[in-house]
């Protein structure tokens, strides 16, 4: 995979759950809360990558190509254009950490 700097064009989110605690220390609920964003090429699947995710029924699942970061984890979630995906997988490409990609499913859908 050849990626250009130009190719990451569109902006996301990160964001982590967190649980929520009262001064007593007793959890009560939890929340979302952003922690970074970044550049992205974002893409459909399509070809074998678009019908493996029909067999697991993940047709509304996105690509997303950023620079390389450390503190993604597939418990991240993303926000993009409004909407907010679950990463389902994370690729270090070729294992440079120069960049990774990251697929992930919209949430509740």
Known sequence: MNIMI???NQRISFSEERTL???YGTPYGKEYVEFGSAWAH???LHGDE???ALGL???????FTIRYRDDISEDTAITFRDNVYNI???DNIRYRN???ELRASLRGG
């Open 21 to 23: 605690v009262d001064e």
């Open 88 to 90: 389902t997988f994370i």
């Open 98 to 100: 120069r960049f990774m």
């Open 6 to 8: 130009n190719d990451l």
């Open 57 to 63: 029924s993940l047709e509304k699942e996105l690509k």
């Open 42 to 44: 974002v893409s459909n």
């Open 50 to 52: 678009y019908y493996s």
